[in-house]
């Protein structure tokens, strides 16, 4: 039986966060490929997420939640690798560090990738250049920072194997790799790069997000 569902449009990367995730916790969780964006806005879409937002998870004991980050961090606690993957509950500073790494994901690494994608990629939004130069000018900043994090060939950033931090950093990364982070953002950090190759080369991350495609020149506006 699957412990839950994800309801979200294809290609997500939030989605894929919680799948490598779940994978790791041997958790069954489906995610159907026939979702309609309609759906949200349906009376019992709204009656479990109020919001009306994806990624959304019910699960089969009907526990909704709403929030990527909040989806991945309740399908790490779940399973039997929830201390590797969050930090042992007596261990304070690792788990702090690991949390610090999923804030960042979600507040110095999605906010950079995902206006360019809207903007020139599936242009929803105006253009704009000011907005456009500002995510790719923070997006380069924030990937210095990875690259200082993983200087001497480091393989995870907290400690020595795969967790919570690894996963949610890596998935705006590999989203960003694919039309915003160019050859020429990637000369600045090199060792960033290695490192999100190594971790696209895990079976955990293999599986759900398949071979990582690098763009040779970032997407131009519209």
């Known amino acids: ?32 490929g026939d979702f309609q964006m309609e759906t ?3 009376p019992d879409f709204l009656a479990k997420f109020p919001m009306g937002k994806i990624p959304a998870f ?10 990527g980050a909040a989806i991945a961090m309740y399908l790490a606690g779940s399973g039997p690798k929830r201390e590797q993957l969050l930090g042992q509950a007596t261990d304070l500073q690792t788990r702090a560090r690991i949390t610090e790494w999923i804030c960042f994901a979600e507040t110095e690494l999605n906010p950079q990738v995902l ?3 809207v903007m020139c990629v599936l242009k929803y939004m105006p ?40 996963i949610m ?3 705006p990364l590999f989203f ?10 990637r000369e600045v950090a090199p060792g960033a790069i290695k490192y999100l190759d190594g971790l696209a080369e895990m079976p955990e991350f293999k599986n759900v997000f ?11 506006a519209p």
């Open 1 to 32: 039986m699957a412990f839950g569902k994800i309801y979200s449009y294809p290609g997500n990367f939030r989605v894929q966060r919680a799948q490598v995730v779940a994978a790791i916790n041997g958790l069954e969780v489906e995610v159907p």
């Open 40 to 42: 949200t806005k349906t």
């Open 58 to 67: 019910e699960g089969a004991d009907g526990f909704c939640i709403a929030e």
């Open 115 to 117: 206006p360019a994608f």
């Open 127 to 166: 253009y704009s250049e000011a907005a456009y130069n500002n995510a790719n000018n923070n997006l380069e900043r924030a990937l210095k920072r990875v690259e200082k994090a993983v200087e001497g060939g480091r393989k995870f950033l907290v400690g020595e194997q795969l967790t919570m931090a690894d």
């Open 169 to 171: 950093v890596a998935g």
């Open 176 to 185: 960003g790799l694919g039309f915003l982070i160019d050859n020429k953002m």
């Open 210 to 220: 398949g071979e990582i495609k690098k763009c040779e020149t970032r997407v131009a």
